[in-house]
């Protein structure tokens, strides 16, 4: 395999001496030349902070935009999905760990310029993009660079939010949609188990809404870690406080794996309470996820009650909708058609 590296200077860092300081994200890196920042993906390369992970594929597939989870964003569509390697968090449960806890030289990639991605998607008739599987903040000028080869693409990032303010505002200016993971709503889950800090995740989730990007939320329920009532309910009331009672939430069923493979599956009791709290708490969009249960994966309107969208796994039927409004009583609803 050809070796490419384009070497393509960072964006948002500085110098401070020997050492190069990255600005990406709240661990602010403090990097020696030839170090690597935490997620692998930027290099102190002869004093200058490299993208290294720039255009470095790991996989690519079409999926239902369902799978990101997005429900209110194009529902029923198909997305060109694109996925790097490296992330900022290390949450100990990942389900992509392969992808997201190994690095370039680890990981067998292939290199894409952002005119060749542009060009596949567009070949392969899609009009949307979406960077998933690992963090797609880390590859921020990668993205910046293909939004501004196609600005008509539209894009979806499916994130940890952990980005510093600046950065996470230059992407929000070419991004349609998003879904943010929080992880918990306690800081000590996010200390011990991610490697990161709660509140920078919420702030990012503001800095997103306030944008006026489409924004969904995922909940991975973890059995014994992120589970308890008052923590649920804390978290449910920020988003409908903070963010908006319209905001989509997904609790979403844990399955074991990587370090956390002798914590047993989320009980689907637990995600259906979960989403019943939530609509108890005034949050109009609660889904369950990860599993088949009858209608707690369905979109009905909150104003007059009427099936708006029905869904089957990723199969999706646009039952009640007239273009973002529900189609017995008009109520405009949180839905990018
Ligand atoms: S983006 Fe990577 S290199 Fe930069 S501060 Fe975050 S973990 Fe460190």
Redesign the pocket.
């Known amino acids: 395999m050809v070796f490419i590296n384009p070497n393509v200077e960072a964006k948002?860092?500085h110098s401070d001496g020997k050492e190069v300081v990255?600005?990406?994200?709240?661990?602010?890196?403090r990097?020696p030349v030839g170090a690597?920042?935490?997620?692998?993906?930027?290099k102190n390369v002869d004093g200058k902070?490299v993208a290294y992970s720039y255009g470095r594929i790991s996989s690519i597939a079409v999926d239902p935009i369902e799978k990101k989870p997005l429900y209110h964003f194009h529902p029923g569509t198909r997305i060109f999905s694109v996925g790097g390697v490296?992330c900022?968090m290390h949450c100990r449960y990942c389900q992509n760990y392969s992808i997201s806890m190994s690095s370039i030289g680890k990981k067998r990639t292939t290199f894409k310029s952002p005119e060749d991605l542009v060009a596949l998607c567009r070949q392969q008739k899609f009009d949307q993009i979406a960077f998933t599987y690992n963090e797609p903040?880390?590859w921020i000028e990668y993205i910046l660079d293909v939004m501004a080869c196609d600005p008509d693409l539209d894009l979806v990032l499916v994130t940890n939010g952990?980005?510093n303010e600046q950065p996470l505002k230059d992407l929000c200016k070419v991004t349609k949609a998003m879904n943010i993971d929080v992880k918990a709503f306690n800081d000590r889950f996010y200390d011990n188990l991610c490697g990161a800090k709660l509140d920078d995740v919420k702030k990012s989730c503001k800095t997103v809404f306030d944008a006026g990007v489409h924004l969904e939320l995922t909940y991975l329920v973890i059995p014994g870690y992120n589970d308890k009532h008052e923590e649920l309910l804390r978290f449910i009331t920020w988003v409908r406080d903070t963010l908006s009672p319209d905001v989509p939430v997904h609790f979403t069923r844990f399955h074991p794996d990587y370090e956390m493979i002798n914590v047993p599956m989320t009980p689907v009791e637990t995600l259906l309470l979960c989403k019943s709290d939530a609509e108890e708490n005034g949050l109009n969009y609660a889904y369950v996820g990860n599993v088949l249960a009858d209608d707690a994966t369905d979109t009905y309107c909150p104003e007059c009650g009427a099936a708006v969208i029905k869904r089957t796994g990723y199969m999706v039927d646009i039952v009640g909708l007239d273009s973002d409004r529900c189609a017995a009583c008009k109520h405009k609803l949180n839905i990018v058609p």
Do not use: E, K, T, V
Request: hydrophobic share 35%.
């Open positions: 948002y860092w990255c600005d990406l994200c709240p661990h602010r890196c990097l690597f920042g935490r997620c692998s993906a930027r902070l490296g900022n903040g880390i952990l980005l």
